[in-house]
């Protein structure tokens, strides 16, 4: 069994900063990427940003220039540094992983969710 820990949202005026922490532990022998989703209500999660094991990111067009995507190997951890907060940022956001397990199993796993709320 694997857990993910989230923490680090919040409510913030538009302009401000957040940063979002994720760390996992449990049956794990590596991790792959690990990625930050959001949900907006009414609408689809979507990808904000993935960081793999070997330090490649990717990000999300309407977050590109203002989060900033990363990770601690040695803590099993991922981060989302967000700047310049708007209000259609506001959302669920969720930690994602991609890990082998003990096993040798390919697994994901999703956090619990924090909420980001950025008022204009």
């Known amino acids: 069994q694997v857990q993910l820990v989230e923490s680090g949202g919040g409510l913030v005026q538009a302009g401000g900063s957040l940063r979002l922490s994720c760390v996992a532990s449990g049956n794990i022998l590596s991790i792959n990427t690990m990625a930050w989703h959001r949900q907006a209500p009414g609408k689809q999660r979507e990808l904000v940003a993935a960081?793999?094991?070997?330090?490649?990111?990717n990000y999300a067009d309407s977050v590109k220039g203002r989060f900033t995507v990363s990770r601690d190997n040695a803590k099993i951890a991922v981060y989302l540094q967000m700047n310049n907060l708007k209000p259609e940022d506001t959302a669920v956001y969720y930690c994602n992983v991609n890990l082998i397990s003990r096993q040798y199993k390919v697994q994901g796993y999703w956090g619990q969710g924090t909420q980001v709320t950025v008022s204009s």
């Open positions: 960081i793999t094991n070997g330090g490649s990111t």
